[in-house]
């Protein structure tokens, strides 16, 4: 059984189209994440939810907006979409805790065109 | 200053040597410690969290952590060609939010 799932895997669009990323972990986790990975591998923190309140909303442009409509699900939604925000986005999930580990989606390889 | 450095590499080690990984952060609050390994096209996974000074063993792994040097690291012994990939480096402070480093490229020549 997959942990966390994502979907689309791949996702190809214009620039300034809405888009779309879902999220599901069925890991009983309260916390789940959304990173953004550019093409030098860095992996970096946009959003954060516990327990589906918001925790941590980095410096990301008000075009993306998270969505939590339970635990087990985080979806990001993105308007206007920019040459620039092709990357792979990876959804994340863990439990409270020193030791918590963070298990990770396949990633969805958005590219915009 | 970024808030968690790793050399970006890539390391080149012979099979059956000691790859060694290292990351300094600027967090002095920082509590815990992760490795991740991030295969090419694919997701990280967990290899060792460490919170404790000192060092940690798993197997071939072994992290070393040293909060006064604000540095931790990851021994690879007996190096193998699967061992190739990119290794993350992230470090969580008191609340919720984790740092990941840039990761470093390590390469196992058969």
């Known amino acids: 059984d997959t942990a966390v799932s994502q979907t689309p895997k791949y996702l190809v669009t214009q620039m300034g189209n809405d888009k779309s990323i879902k999220c599901e972990q069925n890991?009983?986790?309260?916390?789940m994440y959304w990173y953004k990975q550019d093409s030098k591998k860095f992996l970096k923190i946009m959003f954060s939810?516990?327990?589906?309140?918001?925790?941590i909303n980095e410096t990301v442009p008000n075009r993306f907006s998270p969505k939590s409509p339970d635990k087990a699900h985080l979806n990001l939604h993105i308007n206007s979409l920019e040459l620039g925000d092709s990357a792979v986005y990876f959804c994340?999930?863990?439990?409270?805790?020193?030791?918590?580990?963070?298990?990770f989606g396949p990633g969805t390889r958005l590219t915009v065109l | 200053q970024k808030e968690v450095e790793q050399n970006s590499g890539p390391l080149s080690v012979p099979e059956g040597a000691i790859a060694s990984l290292n990351c300094t952060y600027s967090?002095?609050?920082?509590?815990?410690f992760f490795w991740y390994r991030q295969y090419s096209g694919k997701s990280p996974e967990l290899i060792m969290f460490?919170?404790?000074?000192g060092d940690k063993e798993d197997g071939r792994f072994t992290a070393q952590l040293n909060k006064a040097s604000q540095y931790v690291s990851l021994l690879i012994r007996d190096s193998q060609p699967s061992d190739s990939a990119t290794y993350l480096c992230a470090v969580r402070g008191g609340g919720f939010k984790t740092i990941f480093g840039a990761g470093t490229r390590l390469f196992v020549k058969a």
């Open positions: 939810y516990n327990n589906k309140e918001l925790i």
């Open positions: 460490i919170y404790s000074n």
């Open positions: 994340a999930s863990s439990r409270p805790g020193l030791d918590n580990e963070q298990f």
């Open positions: 890991l009983g986790h309260d916390t």
């Open positions: 967090d002095r609050g920082s509590q815990s």
